[in-house]
């Protein structure tokens, strides 16, 4: 009777050179493979996390990917690096803009770091690849995020607006555009009367448009 093989010796310096070969080369599924190897005996390994999560999104692995970009991006949280893991997040969502929680992640990093602005604009930059009329609930759950850190963002309140009119939730939107309307001025307040009156048309709202055309007040 033949003797069993014995498994070979896990070797991580070969492995990784082999991988780090083969992605030079582009050749993806190998690299990946190679790189499986090591999270095999590794599995909470940020670094080859962040290596393989590219790839994976090369061979449209999507799922995958984004599970690699999670897990490194949390292992630069606990060793304290919270602007590679931002960074991290921000080349996730770049590569899988389509996945909400990703940008939602990079705005609360940006954030807990006490930088709001970026926050905004992350979010602000997610909602634009949430555009058809399936994926409006995405877009609508990052402006509302963007709302809550900042309510007078024009930008924000206004997209958002315009996004529940058009999911049926009038009501609420002629409210964020009342309230817009307190206090904007000139082309913000001319864009904020034209869509209450075309929301709701009235003699009232026909005036108001009418007098920001001409005072921009």
């Known amino acids: 009777m033949p003797m069993l093989a014995r498994s070979k010796s896990y070797d991580r310096t070969r492995l990784l050179k082999r991988a780090a070969a083969a992605r030079k080369k582009r050749k993806h599924k190998k690299a990946i493979a190679l790189y499986r190897e090591v999270l095999a005996v590794e599995p909470e390994n940020s670094e080859i996390h962040q290596k393989i ?40 969502a770049d590569n899988l ?13 940006e954030t807990r770091r006490g930088r709001k602005a970026d926050a905004i ?11 058809s ?3 409006r609930p995405e ?9 809550k850190l900042d309510p007078t963002d ?20 002629l409210r964020l555009l009342a309230e817009l309307a307190m206090r904007s001025k000139g082309r913000n307040l001319r864009r904020v009367r034209a869509r209450l009156l075309w929301l709701s048309p009235s003699p ?12 921009g007040r």
């Open 53 to 92: 999560a590219p790839l994976l999104v090369h061979t449209r692995q999507g799922s995958e990917a984004m599970a690699s970009y999670q897990k490194a991006a949390q292992g630069m949280l606990v060793r304290g690096f919270d602007d590679r893991a931002i960074g991290l997040y921000r080349a996730a």
């Open 97 to 109: 803009p389509r996945e909400a929680t990703l940008w939602r992640s990079v705005a609360e990093l």
């Open 121 to 131: 604009e992350a979010l602000l930059d997610g909602r634009q690849h949430f555009r």
């Open 133 to 135: 009329r399936k994926r």
């Open 139 to 147: 877009a609508i759950g990052l402006l509302i995020q963007a709302r």
């Open 154 to 173: 024009f930008r924000v309140s206004y997209d958002l607006a315009c996004l529940l009119a058009k999911s049926g939730q009038r009501r609420h939107a």
């Open 204 to 215: 009232t709202s026909a005036w108001r448009y009418l007098r920001a055309l001409s005072v």
